[in-house]
């Protein structure tokens, strides 16, 4: 009993001098409009600072001259309280910042703005539990990662509430927002023999499902909605499914599975009969980290770092641990951090 009262005094004591492990947030770019629990803001420009008012304006200014295709709303909601709460608690906040940049530009068309809500954003409490080196931690995964309907009420019973508390305290203070970015104009590019556009659906590391905002998603999507309703659709779709080469390499396969399984599953719910596709499971996407090596890195050791990933001799997982060591870790770190978000995908062939 005296050790949960200590764990839970230095919880707090962490939150109130800003010691907590910081929060992942869902985007690393665009802004962030950060809420009180159970607040949306009468305007959520009583939120926003200068300097992010400046970022919005910047943000409709390209999408007005044709430089980005969208504005994306996205708003989250903490675990906490009821679903159908939480729910309207997000539209609401989505429906401020819509005000807000109404403000900015008020004939903004409905067309260039893409809003998505998520009722309960349980991901950033599962990054934030496997950094932490607590001794609740595997008890506490084993709840956040199931999907049973009382997870709440669970984690709050778990060593005497003093695991919820520190969510409270050092996590979902940053779950409830909104966060604003744009949608790139198509990059798409087109296969010279076929004349059809080579897609991919990217993946937030360790997730499965599609993300319909995650890096340059809405563009690809957008793309592949067009493909499929026009006058020539595809006979059939091939998936190639990928995981970044990070972690065991039969999580990697799991991953790469259920990811190609969410890109046909969306398809079908995009009108495509499911016998029209094939599922090519790839695992690890070595071969595109060597291909963005060769093509974007330009640190002093690129030429050792090709040297690695290209030694047969290496499987998987000693080929990821020469890699790690280079630099004090550093190199390894920048590969992770530039280039394997693009990895983590699902390659669609028309």
Not at 85 to 93: C, D, F, G, H, P
Not at 244 to 257: H, I, Q
């Given at each position: 009993m005296i050790r949960?009262?200590?764990?839970?005094?230095?919880?707090?004591?962490a939150a109130t001098l800003g010691l907590g492990l910081f929060c992942e947030s869902a985007s690393a770019s665009g802004v962030s409009i950060i809420y009180k629990v159970g607040k949306t803001g009468t305007s959520a420009g009583d939120l926003v600072s200068a300097a992010d008012r400046s970022a919005l304006e910047g943000m409709v200014a390209s999408v007005k001259n044709g430089e980005a295709s969208k504005i994306c709303i996205r708003s989250y909601s903490s675990p906490e309280g009821s679903y159908n709460?939480?729910?309207?608690?997000?539209?609401?906040?989505s429906q401020s910042t819509l005000n807000l940049l109404k403000e900015i530009?008020?004939?903004?068309?409905?067309?260039?703005?893409?809003?998505?809500?998520?009722?309960?954003?349980?991901?950033?409490?599962?990054?934030?539990?496997?950094?932490?080196?607590?001794?609740?931690?595997?008890?506490?995964?084993?709840?956040?990662?199931?999907?049973?309907?009382?997870?709440?009420?669970?984690?709050?019973?778990l060593w005497g509430g003093v695991v919820w508390d520190e969510l409270l305290w050092?996590?979902?203070?940053r779950v409830r927002r909104t966060v604003?970015?744009?949608?790139?104009?198509?990059?798409?590019?087109?296969?010279?023999s076929s004349g059809k556009p080579e897609l991919s659906v990217k993946f937030a590391v360790g997730s499965t499902q599609v993300d319909k905002f995650c890096l340059d998603n809405p563009v690809q999507i957008e793309a592949l909605t067009a493909a499929i309703n026009s006058n020539a659709p595809p006979d059939v779709i091939y998936l190639d499914a990928f995981a970044?080469?990070?972690?065991?390499?039969?999580?990697?396969?799991?991953?790469?599975?259920r990811r190609a399984e969410s890109v046909k599953n969306l398809l079908v719910e995009l009108g495509v009969p499911s016998d029209r596709i094939t599922v090519r499971t790839r695992e690890e996407n070595w071969d595109g980290l060597r291909e963005v090596v060769e093509s974007g890195y330009s640190g002093a050791d690129k030429q050792e770092v090709l040297d690695i990933?290209?030694?047969?001799?290496?499987?998987?997982?000693?080929?990821e641990e020469k890699l790690q060591s280079l630099n004090g870790g550093r190199t390894w770190a920048g590969l992770v951090s530039e280039w394997m978000g693009n990895l983590r995908c699902v390659k669609i062939s028309l």
């Open positions: 949960k009262s200590l764990i839970k005094f230095w919880a707090i004591l709460w939480n729910q309207r608690l997000a539209e609401r906040r530009w008020p004939e903004l068309p409905d067309s260039l703005v893409a809003i998505d809500n998520v009722a309960e954003d349980w991901a950033p409490a599962i990054a934030y539990v496997r950094r932490s080196s607590q001794p609740w931690k595997d008890e506490a995964l084993q709840i956040l990662q199931s999907n049973i309907p009382d997870k709440e009420e669970k984690l709050q019973d050092n996590c979902f203070t604003v970015s744009t949608a790139p104009k198509s990059n798409i590019q087109f296969s010279e970044s080469p990070e972690g065991r390499v039969s999580w990697n396969k799991v991953l790469a599975g990933l290209a030694d047969s001799s290496l499987d998987a997982a000693a080929r």
